[in-house]
């Protein structure tokens, strides 16, 4: 399957790189590997998160031992990345799809 990244999840990742290179880049390197290994898990096992109560059709995931989540949906033969939410309330960036 092929992993596409929306318009909306833009930022959201922008922020998520930003965060492990300026803020807290200790944990750099966790936060990679989690990232990647999200991806490979994604393209394998398009269901490895669970639905999501309040938008049918939507996935959640959250990155084990970072405060980060992934809103997605599998449309076609496509996984769709719709937000990378960070959990954290100080830095949250409202979790509106």
Known sequence: MQIKFLAE??????WFKQYYSRVFPAGRTKADQQYRSLLILLKSQ?????QDNNYPGVFEYNLPG????????IKDEAIEIMRLYDQRGEFSNDRKS
């Open 66 to 73: 970072i405060p980060f989540t992934v809103l997605y949906r």
């Open 9 to 14: 999840s833009k930022a959201d990742l922008r």
């Open 46 to 50: 398009p269901r490895a998160g669970h």
